[in-house]
């Protein structure tokens, strides 16, 4: 008689959660789903973890500023970080130059602390042009020997080219392709590499594909091709180890194929650019001057559980902490009445002072 074996419930998934947390780069969250991150804590914490392995992300592009690569510039620099696999279609003639745009982890507090003792004594016994051939060594940014889940990217640092000029990153350009097959092939080579192992997940990896219906592209025009390009990707990476994240401008796309665009995708997110004059949409939002856009969230994923997930916010602002780091934050609205902002909380106060006296309870 065969060996029973234990039958799971429609929405589980057969993935050891023990073998996925020794994964570099992937947490374990509620219901066994595992998670990548965007490279982004902020946006993390909205989506509940970060991008569902497995999953499909797409981005509605703004065609009046690019902060969609933001999102993609943090999203691989955060899986090369941690050595995954990465696949990166780009419209441009030569996408691996995109590449050294990609920002450097920041060091945390902790570690600058711990680090400068270090390189005081160092710098008294090493000359400075021996440096360079320990940097590399000691550059990825740790914490108690591992990588941390999600970085601080710094954008105005550009990423040490070692990280990226291995043979784990695969570049591939849309721009002289007549159609969508050659980008499916090598999408489907790159999942077949990281796919599962007897239902567990051996190795994560990352997809990156920018403005897949650009006018520069010779199959733009092809809705078709393009819809069922993306439903066989969704396919491929929900059977492996594997986030795709595409990022595409709606304008160009027709409102009937939007629409099936934004069914198929497990996350969905927008930009937008906020006018550099809007003196009506200042009134009504605090830090108006410091915020680069707006990013909405459409949709998460929810892949293991029939929960729907409900944020606290929708919409979030786009700020650059210290003009170097890219952070979320929620709107707040301005006071009516133009006072600040802290007398709101203080107005309510039962300990404060009133106009006729002091309260007598």
Not at 79 to 92: F, N, V
Request: charged share 20%; hydrophobic share 35%.
């Amino acid at each position: 008689m065969a060996s029973s074996r234990p039958r799971g419930g429609s929405f589980s998934r057969n993935i050891s959660s023990a073998a996925t947390a020794q994964i570099p780069g992937v947490k374990v969250g509620p219901n066994g789903t595992s998670f990548l991150s965007s490279g982004i804590p902020d946006l993390d914490q909205i989506l509940g973890g970060g991008f569902t392995l497995g999953s499909l992300v797409m981005i509605m592009e703004d065609p009046e500023a690019p902060h969609h690569m933001l999102l993609l510039r943090n999203f691989m620099s955060q899986g090369l970080i941690h050595k995954q696999p990465l696949l990166y279609a780009s419209p441009e003639r030569d996408p691996r130059g995109f590449l050294g745009t990609l920002p450097s982890p920041m060091a945390s507090k902790e570690e600058k602390s711990h680090e400068r003792p270090a390189e005081q004594d160092a710098n008294l016994r090493i000359a400075w042009q021996y440096k360079k051939y320990f940097g590399e060594q000691n550059s990825e940014v740790q914490r108690g020997g591992k990588a941390e889940y999600c970085n601080d990217f710094d954008l105005r640092k550009p990423l040490e080219r070692h990280f990226y000029s291995g043979q784990r990153v695969d570049c591939i350009s849309l721009r002289d392709s007549p159609n969508l097959a050659p980008l499916l092939e090598r999408c489907s080579t790159f999942s077949a590499q990281i796919s599962k192992s007897d239902g567990n997940i051996t190795c994560a990896g990352r997809i990156a594909i920018q403005s897949l219906c650009s006018p520069q592209c010779d199959f733009s025009d092809k809705d078709w091709e393009m819809l069922s390009f993306i439903r066989s990707l969704k396919g491929m990476v929900r059977s492996s180890g594997a986030v795709a994240v595409i990022s595409f401008p709606p304008s160009l796309v027709s409102p009937t194929f939007l629409k099936r665009w934004q069914h198929l995708a497990d996350t969905l997110i927008s930009v937008k650019a906020i006018p550099d004059e809007d003196k009506e949409l200042a009134k009504l939002l605090t830090g108006y001057q410091d915020m680069l856009g707006l990013l909405s969230v459409h949709k998460v994923a929810r892949i293991n559980t029939q929960v729907p997930a409900i944020l606290e916010a929708t919409t979030f602002s786009m700020k650059l902490r210290k003009r170097r780091a890219l952070v979320l934050e929620c709107l707040n609205q301005a006071p009516v009445d133009g006072s600040s902002g802290s007398s709101y909380g203080t107005s309510g106060s039962c300990s404060g002072s009133s106009k006729s006296g002091n309260l007598d309870f």
